[in-house]
C-alpha cells in the first residue's frame, strides 16, 4: 500500500504541471500581434477641382448691328453677304421724300434771317451815328438794337435747324463704322425700313471672344485676366486653346439665374461661330485632404482608419471629390495633422493594435 501511494503522487504532480504549461501557451498565443501599416497625413489646404465646362459659341470681338436714323425705303444696297468693307464705306441707302425739301428750306430760311440780321446790323450803325448828333432818340436806338440782337438769335436757330436737316440727310446713307465683314443682310431692296429696324450685322475678324453663363456661386472663383482652356467641341482630339477673363457680370437677386462671362481668344485661334466649351476650375480654400488609398467602402459608407497612440479607430468620412492621388473628405472628427492608413488596412478592424512602418 505504501507503494502505491508513492506512484501516485507524482503522477498527479505531472499532470497538473503539464495542465499548466498548456494553459499558459493557450494564453500567451491568444493576444493578437500588431498589425503593419503606413501612414499619412489628413492636410487642410485650398484645392483645385476638376474644370467645370461650359457651353458657348465663338464669336467677333468687334461687331455691330447697322440701323438707319431715318425711316424711308431701301434704295439700295452695294454689299453682298460676307463681302468685306473698308471703314466708312457706303454700304447702304434709303428714299425718304421729306429729307432734301427740309435740307433746302432750313438752308433757305438761315439764308433770309442772316440778311435781315446784316440789314440790322447797317440799320443800327447809323442810327447810332444820328443819336450822336441828337437825331435819333435813346429809345429809338434801343429797339432797332433789341431788333438785331433777336435776329442774330433767330440766325442761330436756323443754322441749327440746317445742321440737323442735313445731318438727317447723311443718316439715309448707311456707313461702316469699322472694316470687317458682311455677317447678316436683315432688310432686302425696296422694303420699307423704319428707324432703329436692324438692317445688317457687320462683325471684324481683328479678335475674338466667347460668351459662357455661370451660376452665382461660381463668380468668385473667377478673375479678371484669368486663364482658362477652351475646347473645340467638334473636334475633341484638338489640345485646348487658352483664353483669358475680360468681363465678369454681378450677381444679381434673381434666384437661379446665370450671369455672362466673356473670354478673349488668341488670335485666329478658332472660327467665328464654332461651339466652344470653357473650363471654369473651382478653388476650396481649407479642404480636408487624405490619400486616395485611404479610403475604404464597406456597408456603412466610407470610411478612413485613423491612428492615435499605437491604435486604429475607424471614422467615418464623406467623399466629395478627387482631386489628382488624393480626395477631399468631409468629417466631423477627422482634423488636420491626424495620420491616417493608407497601405495595410485590409486586416484592420476599429481598435486594432498597429505598428507604424
Known amino acids: 500500500m505504501t507503494t502505491l501511494r508513492i506512484f501516485v503522487v507524482p503522477l498527479l504532480a505531472t499532470s497538473l504541471a503539464l495542465a499548466g504549461c498548456k494553459t499558459g501557451e493557450v494564453d500567451a498565443g491568444s493576444q493578437a500581434p500588431a498589425v503593419s501599416v503606413r501612414v499619412a497625413e489628413v492636410t487642410a489646404a485650398d484645392t483645385q477641382g476638376v474644370p467645370l465646362r461650359f457651353s458657348g459659341i465663338v464669336r467677333a470681338s468687334q461687331r455691330a448691328t447697322l440701323t ?24 447702304a441707302r434709303v428714299y425718304n421724300p421729306a429729307l432734301e425739301p427740309a435740307r433746302d ?34 429809345q429809338n436806338l434801343e429797339q432797332i438794337a433789341a431788333r438785331r440782337d433777336a435776329l442774330k438769335a433767330s440766325v442761330a436757330t436756323a443754322e441749327a435747324a440746317l445742321a440737323e436737316a442735313s445731318r438727317r440727310l447723311e443718316e439715309s446713307a448707311l456707313r461702316a463704322p469699322f472694316a470687317g465683314r458682311v455677317e447678316a443682310l436683315l432688310v432686302e431692296k425696296g422694303e420699307f425700313v423704319a428707324a432703329g429696324q436692324p438692317v445688317m450685322r457687320l462683325s471684324s475678324p481683328a479678335g475674338q471672344e466667347v460668351e459662357i453663363r455661370v451660376p452665382a456661386y461660381l463668380l468668385e472663383q473667377i478673375r479678371l485676366g484669368q486663364s482658362v482652356p477652351v475646347w473645340p467641341v467638334q ?17 444679381s437677386a434673381i434666384r437661379g439665374e446665370l450671369h455672362p462671362v466673356l473670354v478673349r481668344l488668341p488670335e485666329a485661334a478658332l472660327s467665328s461661330g464654332q461651339p466652344v466649351e470653357v473650363g471654369i ?22 470610411r478612413v482608419f485613423r491612428v492615435r497612440g499605437r491604435r486604429a479607430e475607424r471614422v467615418p468620412v464623406a467623399v466629395e471629390r478627387v482631386v489628382g492621388e488624393r480626395v477631399v473628405v468631409r468629417s466631423e472628427t477627422l482634423r488636420a495633422g491626424d495620420r491616417v492608413v493608407y497601405a495595410g488596412m485590409t486586416r484592420l478592424v476599429d481598435g486594432d493594435a498597429v505598428e507604424v512602418r
Open 281 to 302: 476650375r473651382p478653388r476650396y480654400r481649407g479642404a480636408l485632404t487624405v490619400p486616395l488609398l485611404a479610403v475604404v467602402r464597406d456597408v456603412d459608407g466610407t
Open 105 to 138: 428750306s432750313a438752308r433757305a430760311r438761315l439764308d433770309e434771317l442772316t440778311a435781315q440780321y446784316e440789314q440790322a446790323g447797317r440799320e443800327w450803325e447809323r442810327a447810332s451815328r444820328l443819336h450822336q448828333r441828337g437825331v435819333v432818340s435813346e
Open 68 to 91: 438707319f436714323q431715318v425711316s424711308g425705303t431701301l434704295k439700295a444696297r452695294g454689299v453682298e453677304l460676307g463681302q468685306g468693307v473698308a471703314a466708312g464705306e457706303v454700304l
Open 235 to 251: 473636334d475633341r482630339s484638338l489640345p485646348p486653346v487658352t483664353g483669358a477673363v475680360v468681363e465678369i457680370a454681378q450677381a
